[in-house]
């Protein structure tokens, strides 16, 4: 915020008052942050906490409780006494439904397992058009993707920063 001395003097005016930090930076539109940085750089009277209490207003005896009861003595019963209970509510079954078979949209090959696949995952096309597609060429040892695929996808830090300047 751009400190004026307008804003300076409505700063100290509101301090004057008494209100908290809070209010203060509603009614100027700034944060309660920026009112507490302000007013500690222009050393204003600082404020007791409001989380500190007056050692005077804490009382010196505890507040009175009422005196406990003795417990009531209850005859214990010879016998326990069996209560009829309800038997216990049955949850409807649970059907579960397969859901339908997908429509087959795109007849090209399922995308495969990465690591475990057969064929390069390199994706050619749009994803959701008919001509989308994966490479299908023979992956590299330990890679998902076929030679040519892999020279694009693994590229070195300082061969990709060679790569952005010459274009």
């Not at 003795?70 to 209970?85: D, E, I, K």
């Not at 649970?94 to 007849?107: C, E, K």
């Amino acid at each position: 915020m751009d400190w004026t001395q307008e804003a300076i003097e409505r700063l100290r005016a509101f301090w004057a008052e008494g209100l908290s930090t809070a209010e203060i930076g509603r009614r100027m539109g700034i944060s309660k942050n920026a009112v507490v940085g302000k007013a500690h750089r222009l050393n204003l009277s600082s404020r007791p906490s409001p989380i500190r209490r007056d050692p005077q207003e804490r009382r010196t005896t505890p507040s009175p409780r009422p005196p406990r009861q003795a417990p009531v003595a209850r005859p214990m019963p010879s016998a326990p006494v069996m209560r009829p209970q309800a038997p216990p509510p049955q949850a409807a079954p649970v059907v579960l439904v397969a859901p339908p078979p997908a429509a087959v949209r795109n007849p090209t090959p399922a995308r495969p397992r990465l690591g475990g696949s057969r064929t390069c995952c390199w994706p050619i096309g749009e994803p959701g058009t008919p001509e989308f597609r994966f490479c299908e060429g023979d992956p590299m040892s330990g890679k998902p993707y076929c030679a040519e695929h892999a020279a694009v996808a693994y590229v070195k830090p300082r061969e990709k920063e060679r790569r952005e300047d010459a274009a």
